[in-house]
């Protein structure tokens, strides 16, 4: 039987799950579905941004954004506009809700931080932010070659 060399992706997972559980349910009396939070502060951090950049930020699959963002307009939390240069392409910006529920959200992310956190030294907070983002960028390029033999496009 093979070995894994490292837990490391284990516990990341572990602590995503962790913080998405807590935050699904502090989100709840604010009427946010679960993991809408995620999309509601990107196009808060980003107004206008476009539908396919809001995807491939969060590095997700276009089927959930779209029911997210669906979600999220529904519940009056961000208004879609067409570009104003090319009508195929369209706009997310959030609303007055929308940037009051964004306050919110960031207090809580501010929350989990700090208890993920909690009795880490300032270079220790440093080093872990610099090697989890190291991690992000080195999965990056297999991410993007994944989807693109998803979509057919690989070069095999």
Known sequence: MNQLNSDILREIGTLS?????????????????????IYLTRICEN????????TMLL???????????????????IKR?????????????????GLKCYD?????ENRNIGICLNDFSEYETNIVTKLIRKMSDNIESEWKHSKSLLRGHGND
């Open 17 to 37: 799950r962790c913080i998405h559980s807590i935050c699904d349910i502090k989100f709840k009396e604010l009427e946010l579905q679960k993991g809408q939070f």
């Open 47 to 54: 107004p206008g941004i476009s539908f396919i950049e809001l």
């Open 59 to 77: 590095k997700l699959d276009k089927t959930s954004t779209t029911k997210a963002i669906q979600k999220l307009e529904t519940e009056g939390y």
């Open 81 to 97: 506009d067409k570009d104003t240069n090319d009508k195929r392409v369209t706009r997310l910006y959030p609303t007055e809700k």
């Open 104 to 108: 919110n959200i960031i207090d809580e």
